[in-house]
């Protein structure tokens, strides 16, 4: 693989229930992130890691957890889904060493919360 | 805090016309800013970037100036396709926010023959 994958593409989920959504990058990249798109808002972030073993709260982080075990995988975990997190999610990565920081997005995953 | 405004979209243009896409910032830091674009059902995309005052960022016919004076990266690109209909997002940096880009809301460009 290159780049970034996440898992699944899609899902529909009953509220109530525990969901993670899987990310997982290929380049090394030392600082990964958590958005969720709506129409109208754009993008906002939900949580960050700058490195492995470190996780930090972005713009809208209540209702969602993350982890970060190593390098490659930073797992976005609902623990008990509203439908309110109805969303498209995108993971990215970034390579923070880098002078401008650009951040390579992976295809997101479509969940809709019943 | 930092934030990002574009202008709203829909945007219909016929191909070969030109694009503006406005994008004004207000930021703590001095910011770096960029051009993401979102393709139909794909993630996003970095389109150019301008790190400092008076660079110019370019990619694919694409362009836009980084003005500190008016603190705008407007988007622009003299003859449109088809094939540049997506939603683009303007973003920025700061060096005292760390790594976390500000997005604007996005604005949804539809170019037609």
């Known amino acids: 693989i290159a780049g970034i994958t996440q898992a699944p593409t899609s899902q529909i989920l009953a509220a109530g229930r525990r969901m993670t959504l899987r990310c997982t990058q290929d380049m090394r990249h030392n600082a990964m992130y958590w958005y969720r798109q709506d129409l109208g808002l754009g993008l906002r972030l939900i949580h960050y890691s700058n490195t492995a073993g470190t996780t930090g709260k972005g713009e809208v982080p209540d209702g969602y957890s993350v982890s970060r075990a190593n390098t490659d995988d930073f797992p976005l975990t609902l623990a008990s889904a509203v439908p309110s997190q109805t969303s498209v999610y995108f993971c990215?990565?970034?390579?923070?060493?880098?002078?401008?920081?650009?951040?390579?997005f992976g295809p997101g995953t479509r969940l809709t919360v019943l | 805090g930092d934030s990002v405004t574009q202008m709203e979209g829909p945007v219909t243009l016929s191909e070969e016309a030109f694009l503006t896409i406005n994008c004004t910032y207000t930021?703590?830091?001095?910011?770096?800013l960029f051009w993401y674009v979102q393709y139909p059902g794909e993630g996003l995309q970095l389109l150019l970037k301008a790190t400092k005052a008076d660079d110019k960022g370019s990619n694919k016919g694409f362009e836009a100036t980084y003005r500190k004076e008016t603190t705008s990266f407007h988007l622009e690109k003299g003859s449109v396709q088809v094939s540049d209909s997506a939603v683009y997002f303007c973003a920025l940096i700061t060096t005292g926010g760390g790594n976390k880009l500000t997005f604007g809301t996005g604005t949804q460009l539809k170019v037609e023959l």
């Open positions: 930021a703590t830091g001095y910011p770096s």
């Open positions: 990215a990565s970034s390579d923070s060493g880098a002078t401008y920081n650009e951040q390579f």
